[in-house]
């Protein structure tokens, strides 16, 4: 690495519009995130319109918050995928744009592999297992021969989504992670599916029996069962493919990993192996930019270089195509 470079991260995957600048160092120079407000769920469209109004206060707000200019940009990445597509493209255009008229590289990332490295920088985690969850993956990954693979994840809808679309069903407000999780400290529990296939998970029945339950239930209770139910199948494919695996460390990722009851389970699930638990900071547990930018960082100073003609957003971009070359 010879001098300090400055990259900048554009994230856009889905509601959240972020714009972050991480120096090559692994400083966290500015990190804005824009919510689009998520009224009866994501339409993709909407989304992007969003972004695309906000992009360029985003950016702006990101440049000064790290006392810069856009000239003092070395790199741009982005979220290449994967994401809805209206979202991914206003994220891509814009990292092309700056490329393109500053003269500077352009790395395209994939947003779950962002997720784990500005884990790992925080946190410092060497070799981690990572569950990341959120409202739309779920996924328990692990760095094996020159890749993220796959170790288990979800069937069907992600846990982020099983719990906002229960919330919403339920008229609970948002954000429904949040306010289930208060709820659920004063419910009991009762049993609901618990659906574990192999190593891959399935939250859409649980999903239907618990809207189906809160028509008996008191609300705290269904809110408690829903958690339990769910964490308990995270934690059982955590644990199985913690062993699988042969890893020494268990780190959370995306937004759900904010949630107190499932850090305790799976903290509890580390030890019993002997294996550091480690949730980076909540303001990167999130989708935001500084993640995207410090991937760039990473996938640049490891030699690779887009055209672009390499930028075209993957919408089903997978965690195991990218060959890992910076570790
Ligand atoms: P991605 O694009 O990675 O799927 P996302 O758009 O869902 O991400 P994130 O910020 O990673 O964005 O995660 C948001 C999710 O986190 C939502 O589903 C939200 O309900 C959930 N969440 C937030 N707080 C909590 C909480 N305390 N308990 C459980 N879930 C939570
Ligand atoms: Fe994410």
Redesign the pocket.
């Known amino acids: 690495m010879e001098r300090n470079l400055i990259c900048l991260g554009i994230e856009g ?4 519009l972020g714009a972050g600048i991480v120096s090559s160092s692994g400083k966290i120079l500015a990190n804005v995130v824009k919510y689009h407000s998520l009224v009866g769920g994501i339409h993709p469209r909407e989304a992007a319109q969003h972004h695309a109004e906000n992009m360029k206060a985003t950016l702006e707000q990101a440049l000064q918050n790290a006392s810069i200019g856009l000239g003092d940009i070395d790199i741009v990445a982005f979220s290449q995928g994967p ?1 809805l597509g209206p979202c991914l493209r206003v994220a891509a255009v814009s990292a092309r744009t700056i490329s393109l008229a500053k003269k500077i590289p352009i790395i395209g990332v994939n ?1 779950c592999i962002a ?1 784990i490295e500005i884990g790992r920088l925080l946190t410092k985690a060497k070799d981690p297992l990572t569950l990341y969850v ?4 779920t996924q328990v990954t692990a760095y094996t021969e020159g890749r993220y693979r796959v170790f288990g994840e979800t069937l069907d809808i ?1 846990i ?2 099983c ?2 679309q229960f919330a919403r069903e339920m008229k609970l407000g948002s ?4 306010i ?2 208060k709820l659920a400290r004063s419910g009991s529990y009762f049993e609901l599916p618990y659906v574990v296939k192999g190593m891959d998970l399935s939250f859409s029945g649980l999903l239907t029996a618990a809207i189906e339950a809160a028509k008996k239930q008191k609300i705290e209770d269904v809110c408690y069962s829903l958690q339990e139910t769910a964490f308990s199948m995270l934690v059982e494919v955590t644990e199985r493919a913690l062993a699988h695996a042969e890893k020494k460390e268990v780190m959370l990722a ?3 990993a ?2 107190r009851r ?1 850090q305790e389970m799976i903290a509890l699930m580390a030890r019993e192996h002997n294996a550091k638990f480690l949730v980076p900071p909540k303001n990167v ?3 935001n930019g500084a993640m995207i930018a410090w991937l760039g960082i990473l996938m640049y100073d490891s030699g690779v270089r887009h055209k672009i003609e390499d930028t075209m957003v993957k919408q089903r971009f997978r965690t195991d195509e990218v060959e890992v070359k910076w570790r």
């Open positions: 995957t889905a509601e959240k994401g947003h997720h959120s409202g739309g993956n992600a982020g989504n719990i906002d954000p429904g992670g949040a289930v999780e995306g937004g759900v904010v949630n499932l547990l999130g989708d």
